[in-house]
């Protein structure tokens, strides 16, 4: 049973920092394209960023210089490191696996909440 289970979200004042984990089970993580999307109220889902197996990182523009994906193929964990958080930044965080169309996964969400 593949399980990805987030960490780390909770409400922090503009310009702080927060620490998302996702922790995966039931998939040969290192074969896997891991990303962080994140979906606010009455918008679509979007991509944050994305590190390949091979560790290529691409970042959203609206997150560049600010945001860092990680990801330890050892823990199986992937993180998002965040800084001077904006309110805009303020949505639910999704991790997302992919090996190919077929084998993709989302965690539950967790929510991150920035106060101006």
């Known amino acids: 049973q593949v399980q990805l289970v987030e960490s780390g979200g909770g409400l922090v004042q503009a310009g702080g920092s927060l620490r998302l984990s996702c922790a995966a089970s039931?998939?040969?993580?290192?074969?896997?394209?891991m990303a962080w999307y994140r979906q606010a109220p009455g918008k679509q889902r979007e991509l944050v960023a994305r590190i390949t197996s091979g560790g290529s990182r691409d970042y959203a523009d609206s997150v560049k210089g600010r945001f860092a994906i990680s990801r330890d193929n050892a823990k199986k964990t992937v993180y998002l490191q965040m800084n001077s958080l904006k309110p805009e930044d303020t949505a639910v965080y999704y991790c997302?696996?992919?090996?190919?169309?077929?084998?993709?996964?989302w965690g539950q969400g967790t929510q991150v909440t920035v106060s101006s």
């Open positions: 997302n696996a992919r090996k190919n169309v077929a084998d993709t996964y």
């Open positions: 039931g998939i040969l993580f290192s074969f896997n394209t």
